[in-house]
């Protein structure tokens, strides 16, 4: 059993790469440089740009598509490749009332008996208050009272009830809190909500029965089955919330939208409490009214559940937040990874939310504190609807592969092409953006009718 499905998310994870549509992008992928000629130049543009790469050319920022994914993930049995397994899959239909089969495959277990005989075996029943009775019995459950949080890869259990048929319900801990304030987990879906999806130990009580434990890598799996140990575990996304409330874009192309709904709601109470409370229909659609908010630039809503629409670039993204915060935006296109962080860090030490760009993706960063291995900075990814605590280190460390190792899932490089910053950390209470949204809202709803 699951909550409700957040819309869109089933057209999140398209492998193909869109080839830049408008002259300003093609001469953004070709030298980072939009010029008032790109439109006569674009088809020589995307010669040159298609000629410079034996591989599927990456789209820039201006594409809103992300990089192609390298291969699926590799599941070792560790919280973070179950993760990422189990995100490459968010919308997939195949797991519906197969909530076991879900959570062998994320870890991998059928395919390695000894791992957790208790799961892959399921004590004869082949269902989940099987795996968790034979779990219990070996002295391998986590109760509830126990006080112990969730972390990243937990395996979750529910109790056998008459809404799950007497089957039980089990599903993986993400390591985040949702929106309802109880842990956030993934599941598979089940009828009435297909797909799998992201929910909460608070939803999946309501509608599914209660939650009885869980269990941990360290508890469940034989020794020498996996390779991580408890230092190892994912932690950073602990804590870690977004606060317009952490969701997935609901379309291909609205990671600029959904980063800039962040950044409103870091500087804003009502900007939060009004974006927070939305369900994820409405969360959708009004993500698609950012996106269209600007009235010269009127983007079509990506297609779902695949496609290459056109998202904002840096010089979008740079008038939106222009003209929805106090004063000019600042636009930064650091070198290196050290001024790219310096810059980060910077803004973020004035109190400023930044909006991040990879290469065809945005997110955001909303604030930084003191951790226990130095400065983290609140980053917000909106492909996987996460958030999480990241080390200023390794976002300095070159290679450190920073975006995979904390938002699993997520296919992008860690480089960062271009940060937008606003003029001043407070919302323009006059702003028309805000206002056209409303407007747009009808419109947006009869496309995703």
Same mark, same amino acid.
């Given at each position: 059993?699951?909550?409700?499905?957040?819309?869109?998310?089933?057209?999140?994870?398209?492998?193909?790469?869109?080839?830049?549509?408008?002259?300003?992008? $093609?001469?953004?992928?070709?030298?980072?440089?939009?010029?008032?000629?790109?439109?006569?130049?674009?088809?020589?543009?995307?010669?040159?740009?298609?000629?410079?790469?034996?591989?599927?050319?990456?789209?820039?920022?201006?594409?809103?598509?992300?990089?192609?994914?390298?291969?699926?993930?590799?599941?070792?049995?560790?919280?973070?490749?179950?993760?990422?397994?189990?995100?490459?899959?968010?919308?997939?239909?195949?797991?519906?009332?197969?909530?076991?089969?879900? !959570?062998?495959?994320?870890?991998?277990?059928?395919?390695?008996?000894?791992?957790?005989?208790? $799961?892959?075996?399921?004590?004869?029943?082949?269902?989940?208050?099987?795996?968790?009775?034979?779990?219990?019995?070996?002295?391998?459950?986590?109760?509830?009272?126990?006080?112990?949080?969730?972390?990243?890869?937990?395996?979750?259990?529910?109790?056998?009830?008459?809404?799950?048929?007497?089957?039980?319900?089990?599903?993986?801990?993400?390591?985040?809190?949702?929106?309802?304030?109880?842990?956030?987990?993934?599941?598979?879906?089940?009828?009435?909500?297909?797909?799998?999806?992201?929910?909460?130990?608070?939803?999946?009580?309501?509608?599914?029965?209660?939650?009885?434990?869980?269990?941990?890598?360290?508890?469940?799996?034989?020794?020498?089955?996996?390779?991580?140990?408890?230092?190892?575990?994912?932690?950073?996304?602990?804590?870690?919330?977004?606060?317009?409330?952490?969701?997935?874009?609901?379309?291909?192309?609205?990671?600029?939208?959904?980063?800039?709904?962040?950044?409103?709601?870091?500087?804003?109470?009502?900007?939060?409490?009004?974006?927070?409370?939305?369900?994820?229909?409405?969360?959708?659609?009004?993500?698609?009214?950012?996106?269209?908010?600007?009235?010269?630039?009127?983007?079509?809503?990506?297609?779902?559940?695949?496609?290459?629409?056109?998202?904002?670039?840096?010089?979008?993204?740079?008038?939106?937040?222009?003209?929805?915060?106090?004063?000019?935006?600042?636009?930064?296109?650091?070198?290196?990874?050290?001024?790219?962080?310096?810059?980060?860090?910077?803004?973020?030490?004035?109190?400023?939310?930044?909006?991040?760009?990879?290469?065809?993706?945005?997110?955001?960063?909303?604030?930084?504190?003191?951790?226990?291995?130095?400065?983290?900075?609140?980053?917000?990814?909106?492909?996987?609807?996460?958030?999480?605590? !990241?080390?200023?280190?390794?976002?300095?460390?070159?290679?450190?592969?920073?975006?995979?190792?904390?938002?699993?899932?997520?296919?992008?490089?860690?480089?960062?092409?271009?940060? !937008?910053?606003?003029?001043?950390?407070?919302?323009?209470?006059?702003?028309?953006?805000?206002?056209?949204?409303?407007?747009?809202?009808?419109?947006?709803?009869?496309?995703?009718?």
């Amino acid at each position: 059993m699951s909550g409700t499905i957040r819309p869109g998310v089933s057209s999140l994870f398209q492998t193909a790469t869109q080839v830049v549509n408008t002259a300003k992008e $093609i001469a953004k992928t070709v030298s980072d440089q939009v010029t008032s000629a790109a439109q006569n130049a674009a088809s020589t543009a995307q010669s040159v740009f298609e000629a410079a790469s034996n591989a599927a050319p990456l789209v820039d920022l201006s594409g809103g598509t992300p990089a192609p994914v390298q291969g699926p993930v590799v599941r070792d049995g560790s919280p973070a490749t179950a993760l990422g397994w189990a995100n490459e899959r968010l919308g997939n239909t195949g797991y519906d009332e197969q909530c076991l089969d879900f !959570v062998k495959g994320a870890y991998a277990i059928h395919q390695t008996a000894a791992r957790s005989p208790e $799961i892959n075996f399921a004590s004869g029943t082949n269902n989940a208050i099987g795996a968790f009775n034979g779990l219990e019995a070996n002295g391998k459950i986590v109760p509830p009272d126990s006080g112990i949080p969730l972390r990243a890869g937990d395996i979750v259990f529910f109790g056998a009830d008459e809404k799950n048929d007497m089957d039980g319900h089990i599903c993986i801990a993400t390591g985040n809190t949702a929106a309802d304030g109880t842990p956030e987990v993934i599941t598979s879906g089940y009828p009435g909500a297909p797909g799998v999806h992201l929910s909460s130990i608070g939803q999946l009580s309501e509608e599914s029965g209660p939650y009885i434990g869980h269990t941990t890598p360290e508890l469940a799996f034989a020794e020498g089955t996996w390779p991580g140990s408890p230092e190892a575990r994912p932690t950073s996304t602990q804590g870690a919330t977004n606060p317009a409330g952490n969701a997935p874009q609901a379309w291909n192309n609205t990671c600029g939208a959904n980063a800039l709904m962040s950044m409103e709601a870091a500087v804003d109470p009502e900007r939060a409490a009004q974006l927070a409370a939305m369900s994820p229909q409405e969360r959708a659609e009004y993500e698609g009214a950012v996106l269209r908010s600007d009235p010269e630039n009127r983007f079509t809503l990506g297609t779902r559940p695949g496609g290459t629409t056109q998202g904002w670039g840096t010089y979008m993204m740079k008038r939106q937040v222009s003209e929805r915060f106090g004063g000019e935006a600042t636009e930064i296109q650091p070198h290196n990874r050290s001024q790219a962080v310096d810059a980060l860090t910077t803004q973020l030490a004035e109190g400023k939310p930044v909006a991040i760009g990879l290469a065809g993706h945005w997110m955001s960063a909303t604030a930084m504190r003191d951790g226990e291995s130095g400065r983290e900075l609140l980053i917000h990814d909106s492909w996987t609807g996460t958030s999480a605590w !990241v080390p200023e280190a390794d976002l300095r460390q070159p290679g450190s592969g920073w975006v995979r190792t904390h938002f699993p899932g997520a296919p992008f490089e860690g480089a960062i092409q271009s940060l !937008v910053a606003p003029g001043q950390p407070v919302l323009e209470p006059g702003s028309v953006y805000r206002e056209a949204e409303a407007g747009m809202l009808e419109g947006v709803r009869a496309e995703m009718s």
